[in-house]
């Protein structure tokens, strides 16, 4: 079955380092987003890109956020300067099509921020 | 999108049927009901999804009201791995928008 593929797993970062997550979506899909989850908070929605644009984004993607695909198949999230609040798992997903058939989430990179 | 209403919690025997219950009073015409479920803080997983007919997939049931204002997700025999965070959630058919997670149902499935 397809999936979509994060690394690292778990990341370990100093506050004020730049960090960047990185997915692989599944091939023939279309639409790629990054969702955040602190740790016993609820799934929280960042970004959602689509044909190499940004689509939509929550208040919480602000200028230390910026995703890109620079090479077709990867998607990546970075966060140009962590804080310890930026401390979550970070969950891709992709989304075949814009019917709103069923997304597709990898297993999530868990970004510690010291 | 919709807002929906999820228990916080619900235990349930293993081998007996799981009915997770969820209102969507709001929903519009043109709005499905998504669940998918988080098993311990992995990804999220799409479990089934419908508009108004009853469907059925090889993971659960989903059962919609002729109003369409609740939902019941059925997982006919649970097992132990069922144990997991439920998430009902409506979204407009068409549209690539994001899915909006709520703090779902907490499954319990006791041996």
């Known amino acids: 079955e397809p999936e979509v593929t994060q690394t690292p797993s778990h990341q370990v970062t100093q506050m004020g380092q730049e960090v960047i997550l990185r997915c692989v979506p599944i091939?023939?899909?279309?639409?790629f987003y990054w969702y955040r989850q602190i740790l016993g908070q609820k799934v929280e929605f960042l970004v959602s890109?689509?044909?190499?644009?940004?689509?939509?984004k929550s208040e919480i993607f602000d200028d230390q956020f910026s995703v890109e695909r620079p090479d077709g198949s990867n998607f990546t999230l970075k966060i140009r300067s962590t804080k310890l609040e930026d401390s979550a798992m970070y969950f891709c997903?992709?989304?075949?099509?814009?019917?709103?058939?069923?997304?597709?989430f990898g297993q999530g990179t868990r970004l510690t921020v010291v | 999108d919709a807002k929906t209403t999820q228990p916080p919690s619900m235990d349930c025997a293993e081998g007996r049927a799981a009915n997770l219950p969820c209102n969507h009073s709001t929903i519009s015409g043109n709005e499905y009901v998504y669940w998918y479920r988080q098993i311990h803080s992995q990804g999220p997983q799409y479990i089934i999804h419908?508009?108004?007919n009853n469907e059925t997939n090889e993971m659960a049931s989903l059962i919609i009201t002729e109003d369409r204002k609740s939902s019941t997700l059925i997982l006919p025999h649970a097992t132990l791995r069922d144990t997991a965070v439920y998430y009902c959630?409506?979204?407009?058919?068409?549209?690539?928008?994001?899915?909006?997670f709520g703090s779902g149902t907490q499954l319990t499935v006791l041996p």
């Open positions: 419908g508009l108004k």
């Open positions: 890109f689509y044909n190499n644009e940004i689509s939509e």
């Open positions: 091939s023939n899909h279309l639409y």
């Open positions: 959630i409506v979204r407009v058919a068409g549209s690539a928008r994001q899915l909006t």
């Open positions: 997903a992709s989304f075949p099509r814009e019917d709103g058939s069923e997304a597709f």
